[in-house]
């Protein structure tokens, strides 16, 4: 068993190693144009891909690598009283946009995580996102599910294992904090 999750996760990385590595450069060029022109990185994702979108989001305020100033990166999935509110009072696939709404400003950068591609309270906030003039960087993975063909550039994980199309999420998320890094050496 060991050895098979080993080996899926090495193809996997190959896939993407193969067939992504332009998508990510160029994701890396739009989060590196957000932080240069002095807007910020809101992101969003449901479960495992909420964890993943408060760690870059820490790795932009914190630091990634280089010792640098604070960056804005914001996770929306971190404020439980706005997520219970808005969820309470207009429904849980309004929890996102309605945070993205009264944070972003024109210029900003969405970066929505989801393994399907179809959680609706992501795709809510690529279209808030769209009306505001900010820019949308999907990370997805089986189909790219609607947000393949919603978002500015969408990286779709060449996976329908749920854990792989994750483990890939977070080596783009690092890939993505390490071209920010480099604004600052």
Known sequence: MVLEELLDHRNTIQKVID???????????LITETIKNGNKVLLAGNGGSAADA?????????RFVAERKPLPGIA?????SALTAIANDYGYDQVFSRQFEALAQPGDLFI????????TSIINVIDSAKKIGCKTLG?????GGKMKDACDITIVIPSNVTARIQEMHILVGHILCKAVDGLFI
């Open 76 to 80: 929306l999935s971190t404020d439980t």
């Open 54 to 62: 408060q760690h870059i989001a820490a790795e932009l305020t914190g």
């Open 19 to 29: 067939e992504l590595s332009q998508d990510i450069e160029n994701a890396c060029l």
């Open 139 to 143: 990370l997805t993975g089986k189909d």
């Open 112 to 119: 929505g995580i989801s393994t399907s591609g179809n959680s």
